[in-house]
């Protein structure tokens, strides 16, 4: 959800409703996400984008895990600008 200044926030007969289905993937994803290898530089590469995307949301007082699509897009938009 992405709000634009003076929106209201939603209430909660607007959120939906989540199943087992949206949140866990299945075995076999399971097993490819936990077996893929990666070379050191990258799994350090992004270690460093997470850490300075945890950064950015303690200085703007946000949220980091799980972010919502509004701390996502303000971070793309701060890092576009910079």
Do not use: H
């Not at 992004?46 to 946000?62: I, K, M, S, V």
């Amino acid at each position: 959800t992405i709000l634009a200044p003076g929106d209201p926030l939603p209430t909660e007969a607007d959120q939906p409703t989540y199943t087992e289905r949206d949140i866990r993937v299945s075995e076999r994803t399971a097993e490819r996400l936990k077996n893929q290898s990666k070379p050191k530089n990258t799994r350090r590469t992004y270690r460093n984008q997470r850490d300075l995307f945890e950064a950015w949301c303690t200085r703007e007082g946000r949220v980091a895990k799980p972010c919502t699509t509004a701390t996502y897009v303000e971070y793309v938009a701060e890092l576009i600008e910079s």
